[in-house]
């Protein structure tokens, strides 16, 4: 795996701090692969992140959204010794984890369900009023009529 040093880009860029942290961070997070997902757009506005965490219960995960960032994170409870499972091949991964995904602007977590293994965590586009778009009407005929007042005469003349 490689990686990159973008401190002599950080140097003379300014007000692009933002985008060189996101390089630095999909960079370090390459090599994770656990536990897998699917991102699925459901429409314009809205999409669903799927995590595949088998052997999670609802309170070993959690979900914490904050500054444009979804931090989804699972915590095994700790074996006390009194579960006397003897395995011959152990191949469920039941290792604490922690995925992080960007978010654009204006996206909100809308749920989160655990069905069949799979953590499905809704996402809408919130836009603001303000930002919509909207339609500017345009009037046909002007029956208003504007009146221009005289220019001053200058008192050098």
């Not at 370090?28 to 429409?43: D, M, V």
């Amino acid at each position: 795996m490689r990686t990159y040093d973008f401190a002599p880009l950080t140097r003379s860029a300014v007000g692009f701090d933002r985008l060189f942290t996101m390089l630095e961070a999909a960079s370090k997070t390459e090599g994770q692969g656990y536990p897998p997902y699917n991102i699925e757009g459901l429409s314009e506005n809205q999409y669903r992140i799927e995590l595949a965490v088998a052997g999670f219960k609802p309170e070993e995960l959690n979900i914490e959204a904050k500054e444009n960032v979804l931090i989804v994170t699972g915590r095994k409870a700790a074996n006390d010794g009194s579960d006397e499972r003897r395995f011959l091949h152990r191949g469920l991964a039941e290792r604490d984890f922690e995925r992080r995904f960007q978010l654009a602007d204006y996206v909100v977590v809308t749920q989160a369900k655990l069905e069949n293994g799979l953590l499905q965590i809704g996402l809408e586009r919130q836009l603001p009023e303000a930002l919509k778009p909207r339609t500017i009407p345009i009037s046909a005929s002007s029956d208003e009529v504007i009146e221009a007042k005289p220019a001053r005469k200058s008192k050098s003349a």
